[in-house]
């Protein structure tokens, strides 16, 4: 982190900054006062004049509308037709920067995607479209096909299968529409790279989709961590180390991903999480336990009156709620896991840990399931499916202080 710069006044401009990373980024990268700042359309000329502020970030949906207040941009800024980066110079003028640029250009380098000679589809028409599509074109892209709303259907796309390089630059699948995907990526069996500029969640749609199939593929946040580091140069008028970049981005993805916890009824899911909820101060979810709220009924109640489906609806309904949560504890139910349907919702945020607990450790007492069928039975018919959700796997042992610690060991948390 840079010092001496204590009086020194930055920010964000935006409209809806509730779920910005930019104040935790910034935070990191130098000791300067960085506040929020959300302003309706009519407020912006008036803050940009005359807000308190030395240095500010710009975001969306600003970075056109800036520009008349601005003395002067950058080549960059010019060209693009957007700021993101301005600085109240000493005699008062202002000057208008685009980081984005870098930013996408660094994300590029890090996730080791190579355009030159590639054809490029970018998904989305508005400004960060015109950002990728720039970069795209100083790496030498053979090709650079931007498909909008109205372009984006089965018979447009058809024409371009054959594209190598797929770039969203749209806002579908972001928080807190997780669900949304703007492309099947399936469409195009020669893709070799995947850049998506949502950072929220870690995983969107079109990220598993290409991760299921083993494409290369990079999410928003290094692109958003690197644009921030080259502001702050803009700012004080002096170079940071490009090294800064991946630590902090490796900080946050580890604050803002869950640790949700699967295994059989009995294991020590809850029991585990209460720990690591105590030792990180992680706020703690029990799904059974939101059922339960949900259903206005015990668990046993919703098997005895209302059946096992009725249950994994409710189930499934609380893994995309919670799931959408980030730098959480989960604790699942033992057979969240028999829907293949709720992975996606618990991976797009989560670190997935299967626990495993000799049978004979097992406690069954007020589980439904685990008393009508048998524990053997329900390990034979799970053990599977607990570690295909799996991302890693601990044993469970008889301390939980042990358990927390192979748990640590595992994810790094020491």
């Not at 909820?277 to 046993?300: F, H, N, Q, W």
């Amino acid at each position: 982190m840079l010092t001496g710069y204590k009086d020194f006044r930055a920010g964000l401009l935006g409209r809806k900054l509730g779920h910005s990373y930019s104040k935790i980024i910034h935070k990191d990268l130098v000791d300067y006062t960085y506040e929020m700042f959300e302003r309706e359309e009519d407020e912006v000329g008036d803050f940009i004049k005359n807000g308190p502020f030395d240095a500010i970030n710009v975001t969306v949906p600003y970075k056109k509308t800036v520009i008349p207040f601005l003395d002067e941009l950058s080549d960059t800024a010019q060209k693009l037709g957007a700021v993101n980066t301005i600085v109240r110079r000493r005699d008062g003028t202002l000057y208008g920067d685009n980081t984005d640029v870098y930013g996408f250009s660094y994300m590029l380098d890090i996730a080791r995607i190579d355009v030159k000679d590639k054809k490029s589809i970018v998904l989305g028409a508005g400004g960060a479209s015109a950002t990728v599509c720039e970069v795209l074109k100083r790496r030498g892209a053979s090709e650079i096909t931007v498909v909008g709303r109205a372009d984006n259907n089965p018979e447009n796309l058809a024409r371009h299968s054959d594209a190598e390089i797929i770039v969203n630059a749209t806002p579908v699948g972001m928080y807190p529409e997780n669900e949304g995907v703007p492309v099947d990526i399936r469409l195009f069996p020669k893709c070799v790279g995947l850049a998506d500029l949502i950072y929220n969640p870690a995983r969107t749609n079109i990220i598993c989709d290409a991760e299921d199939i083993g494409i290369n593929r990079i999410n928003g946040l290094t692109m958003l961590v690197a644009q921030a580091k080259r502001a702050c140069e803009v700012f004080l008028g002096r170079e940071i180390e490009d090294s800064v970049i991946p630590e902090i981005t490796k900080k946050i993805e580890k604050s803002q991903e869950n640790i949700v916890l699967i295994g059989m009824p009995g294991c020590g899911k809850s029991t585990l999480a209460r720990k690591v909820s105590e030792k990180l101060g992680r706020a703690l979810v029990d799904t059974d336990e939101e059922i339960v709220k949900l259903a206005g009924k015990s668990i046993p109640e919703i098997f005895a009156q209302d059946g096992e489906d009725a249950f994994r609806d409710l189930e499934s309904q609380v893994a995309e709620r919670v799931g959408k949560m980030a730098g959480v504890v989960i604790a699942t139910g033992g057979g969240i896991i028999k829907r293949e349907k709720n992975y996606r919702p618990l991976h797009r945020n989560g670190r997935i840990v299967f626990l495993h607990r000799d049978i004979n450790e097992l406690d069954t007492s007020g589980r439904p399931l685990s008393q009508r069928d048998g524990v053997e039975k329900l390990y034979r018919e799970r053990l599977p499916l607990y570690r295909r959700y799996a991302d890693c796997e601990i044993a469970v042992e008889k301390d939980p202080n042990e358990t927390y610690n192979n748990l640590a060991d595992v994810l790094g948390l020491k």
